[in-house]
């Protein structure tokens, strides 16, 4: 059974090595990302705090007890006011299994819960897996901008019906 566990310290040594071995198991996710195909607990150390300081929760994606994937979101986006998804990513093993989606439909019922009724996120030129996979779940491209690593990305959003 697939579930969504939070992650009340995400910068604790523990929770640092899950989420690392989980962002490490997809290099090119994090090629593409941040220009380095293997991350250190540094670099996700000072991620998570850039995301925390703007009011990121966090969440193991757990199959049973096993933390197989990672998300996280902004409930109120300061420089838009939107709801974000900053991060969905599911261990290279468990890939292309239907769990992304599965996750996904875990978030949106979280997020419907707390009476927010649209998500937005950002997907990286070249991550045509991901432009595949946001498309599929019915987001929507709605503009194109460059991110805090200043890749070209686009702008996705999904409006909760």
């Not at 195909?37 to 193991?60: M, S």
């Not at 299994?97 to 070249?126: P, S």
């Not at 901008?145 to 200043?150: E, F, K, M, V």
């Amino acid at each position: 059974m697939l579930r969504l566990e939070s992650i009340e310290e995400p910068v604790s040594k523990e929770n640092l090595f899950i989420q690392k071995s989980i962002m490490n198991s997809d290099p090119f996710f994090n090629q593409i990302v941040v220009s380095k195909a293997y991350l250190n607990d540094e670099d996700i150390e000072k991620e998570n705090k850039q995301n925390l300081e703007l009011g990121a929760k966090y969440f193991y994606i757990k199959q049973d007890d096993e933390p197989i994937g990672l998300i996280h979101f902004l409930p109120k986006n300061p420089y838009d006011n939107h709801t974000w998804i900053g991060l969905l990513i599911i261990h290279k093993e468990y890939q292309r299994n239907g769990l992304g989606g599965y996750a996904l439909r875990l978030l949106e019922n979280k997020l419907k819960g707390q009476n927010i009724d649209k998500v937005r996120l950002c997907v990286q030129n070249g991550n045509d897996n991901g432009s595949a996979f946001w498309n599929k779940n019915g987001f929507t491209k709605i503009s194109t901008s460059t991110d805090g690593h200043n890749n070209q990305i686009d702008i996705y959003e999904k409006i909760f019906v």
